[in-house]
């Protein structure tokens, strides 16, 4: 018998990269709040759905094996709590708004009287929870952190993608990339198993988040801001220009930054290996991946201890004027002046909502602005 593992949310990541990386040798227990019923319904009597999975081409993958909770409901929310109980392994994949409320419900359900130890991964890119939670789920919880490798999304099915299930209308979206990085300490403490794991020293899989987190989402913000300012409608239609700054950002800036830091768990080779097949599988025509998807939250991305402020500090203290990442921050500045979230002045808005202090970064986001 597969042991299980307790899902919170049940959105692109969720559907789209843990369902098809760990259903094989897990079963997947979804849960969710009411809004998602209706999925959550189709979930509980089908035990199955359908990714389209794309590559050159797109593919439909079927998994199985799954089950889910409406915790709306005080019946099944009672359910998710025996579940809680009992399991090791619970995802949260719930978004910045959802996080805190999660982290609570486990920590007051399922962190009294435990036996074993409950291992939380956090499939959120933002890394804050993890420091606001750090010593506050007990002895009996382990908070971990991730890697989000995979790119996904949540659609209409149009012409190209199948709906999750007969006569539904939305598709489940993602690319054809594999793995799940993990600390090896923590892969042996938790008992995981199966192939979808990666465990890996601890300094690796430090110098892997980075390389995702600044690398990956950073290319995805530059196309993305600076696409929306030149009215892109999706990734595949960005022109030279802008892939000619996104190689300058990932190989002169993030990339030799990771590997100053990071050279004794990463080789130039596959950093550079690794960002060639990233701006391809980015603009991938088959993932059809839209601009405005990657713009979203963007007012609060350009913030102090956010990821586009924080990767710019990171270029610059390995000794490296972060120039084409600043104009991830710049473009974000133009957004949301653009659509009325932002005001005043460029200068007050680096100071007081950026949170910036350092010259050389100001210098660069305001070359990038005029």
Not at 183 to 201: D, E, N
């Amino acid at each position: 018998m597969k042991d299980e593992i307790l899902v919170f949310g049940t959105g692109a990541l969720s559907l789209g990269f843990l369902g098809p990386m760990l259903s094989e040798d897990y079963r997947l227990i979804f849960c969710d709040l009411d809004v998602k019923k209706n999925l959550i319904k189709f979930l509980r009597e089908e035990n199955s759905y359908l990714v389209n999975v794309c590559s050159n081409k797109v593919t439909s993958l079927k998994v199985s094996g799954v089950t889910a909770f409406n915790l709306s409901l005080q019946e099944e929310e009672k359910e998710v709590e025996e579940i809680l109980k009992r399991v090791k392994i619970v995802w949260t994949a719930v978004g910045l708004k959802g996080i805190d409320g999660v982290l609570d419900f486990i920590r007051e359900k399922g962190g009294k009287d435990r036996r074993e130890k409950l291992y939380i991964f956090s499939a959120e890119n933002d890394k804050t929870a993890l420091k606001r939670w750090q010593g506050k789920l007990g002895e009996k919880i382990r908070l971990c952190d991730t890697i989000m490798g995979r790119m996904c999304r949540i659609d209409h099915p149009g012409k190209y993608y199948q709906p999750f299930g007969s006569g539904r209308e939305e598709a489940i979206i993602a690319e054809n990339f594999y793995g799940l990085p993990v600390p090896a300490h923590i892969y042996v403490q938790a008992g995981l198993k199966g192939k979808a794991w990666q465990p890996m020293p601890e300094e690796e899989f430090t110098a892997r988040s980075y390389l995702k987190l600044f690398g990956h989402n950073g290319a995805h913000a530059y196309l993305s801001y600076l696409g929306a300012l030149q009215g892109i409608k999706y990734f595949h239609q960005v022109n030279s220009k802008l892939i000619s700054g996104v190689k300058l950002l990932l190989n002169e800036e993030v990339g030799p930054a990771i590997l100053h830091t990071y050279d004794n768990s990463l080789s130039p080779k596959e950093v550079k290996e690794y960002f060639r097949k990233l701006i391809k599988r980015i603009t991938s025509k088959t993932f059809s991946d839209t601009i405005e998807r990657g713009i979203r939250n963007s007012l609060h991305k350009i913030t102090s201890g956010e990821r586009w402020v924080e990767g710019a500090r990171f270029i610059l203290n390995n000794g490296i004027i972060p120039k084409y990442f600043c104009r991830i921050i710049a473009a974000g500045i133009k957004l949301n002046l653009k659509n009325g979230l932002l005001s005043g002045s460029l200068d007050e808005i680096i100071a007081k909502h950026c949170q910036i202090k350092e010259e050389k970064l100001i210098n660069s986001i305001k070359e990038s602005v005029s």
